[in-house]
């Protein structure tokens, strides 16, 4: 498409963000690509300063750039099209959008799934091939369910879901409208439940629910547990990357953001807008504040603060971490310093 068509489609699209478009050139944009992988007829987007130096070399026939004129001068001067956003990322995910849908089937029932003649499926539904969908199960109109999907009795799936190929879900299981869970997803399954006593481990039965509430996104792989009693809770817009553990009885609030490999033990609260980096671990029954940020690799063992930025094992605020890594850093010669000094009180 033209580059005014696109600019024009962006600009129906954009609600916050502040367009300010270069009226030199119109060329054609044939796609979409990152700064470095860009080619011509592509357009691309620059945000912050490590990659401001692009806009001198680039390919691209158009550019996304943040409100900064000596960058938007610079891509003037090249014959780059471009336009001024105060959110460059944002703006370049929604043309992502008019470039690229994800491949969703025409409604159908795959002759070879088995369902339940006690299940309820709504209108516009698409069942693939080999999906099991049990007794009590209630899916909503729009849903898509891709091959090899199991759903246990009485789970409830709201309008336009979609369940990708292999995943699983548990039992009284509920999932919301316009969520999306990706391939090998197990949720509701038992929680990790167990009492010792004299002769060993009493398994605990886990009675409990799942509830993702409504534009949930879960990655490939990961497991959101049920717990004994109770629920396990998944806030409004919160999305969840591949590899997480979520254990038995979490309440994650709202629009969070946990990156791969996270683990969160039995009970923990998450409070909205919290985001969880990649391999942090959360003890038992902990609490994370709104709005806090807990960096990569990070262990939690304690409460954490709404608002706060805490790293490493044991989660620490952010800012002592830094100053503690930069010590570590110095200890060998911190050592060396304190055998000299040693040597010396013997004299």
């Not at 580059?3 to 699209?13: D, G, H, I, M, R």
């Not at 995910?93 to 709504?122: C, M, T």
């Not at 699983?168 to 869970?181: F, K, L, N």
């Not at 990655?219 to 997480?244: M, Y």
Request: with cysteine; aromatic share 4%.
């Amino acid at each position: 498409m033209k580059f005014s068509e696109l600019v024009q489609k962006l600009n129906l699209a954009t609600d916050r963000t502040s367009l300010s478009v270069n009226p030199d050139g119109d060329p054609d944009i044939q796609g979409i690509a990152p700064i470095d992988q860009v080619t011509k007829d592509t357009i691309s987007y620059i945000e912050g300063a490590k990659f401001a130096a692009r806009v001198k070399t680039t390919e691209a026939s158009a550019l996304i750039l943040p409100p900064d004129e000596e960058l938007q001068r610079q891509a003037t001067e090249r014959g780059i099209a471009w336009i001024g956003a105060s959110e460059p990322r944002l703006l370049f995910a929604r043309a992502i959008a008019l470039f690229y849908q994800p491949w969703k089937p025409a409604p159908d029932i795959n002759p070879s799934a088995v369902i339940h003649p006690e299940a309820q499926v709504g209108d516009g539904v698409y069942i693939g091939a080999h999906v099991v969908i049990q007794a009590g199960v209630r899916i909503g109109d729009g849903v898509c369910i891709h091959p090899n999907v199991v759903i246990y009795p009485d789970v409830q799936i709201g309008d336009r879901t979609i369940l990708h190929g292999n995943c699983t879900i548990h039992e009284r299981s509920q999932i919301g409208a316009d969520c999306v869970i990706h391939s090998g997803v197990v949720i509701g399954a038992e929680g990790f439940g167990f009492v010792p006593t004299k002769e060993g481990w009493l398994k605990m039965e886990q009675s409990g629910y799942t509830v993702l509430e409504d534009g949930v996104e879960v990655g490939c792989n990961t497991t959101i547990d049920r717990p004994a009693v109770g629920e396990t809770r998944i806030g409004r817009q919160t999305k969840i990357d591949n590899l997480v553990q979520i254990g038995h009885g979490c309440q994650v609030g709202g629009a969070c953001a946990i990156a791969a490999q996270v683990g969160l033990a039995g009970g923990v609260n998450v409070g909205n807008r919290v985001i969880l980096a990649g391999q942090v671990g959360i003890a038992n029954h902990a609490k994370i504040g709104d709005g806090a940020i807990v960096t990569a690799k990070t262990g939690v063992h304690n409460n954490v603060e709404a608002g706060a930025i805490v790293s490493g094992t044991p989660a620490v605020p952010h800012k002592l971490f830094l100053k503690a890594s930069a010590i570590y850093n110095r200890l060998p010669q911190m050592y060396q310093t304190l055998k000299q000094l040693q040597k010396h009180k013997e004299r």
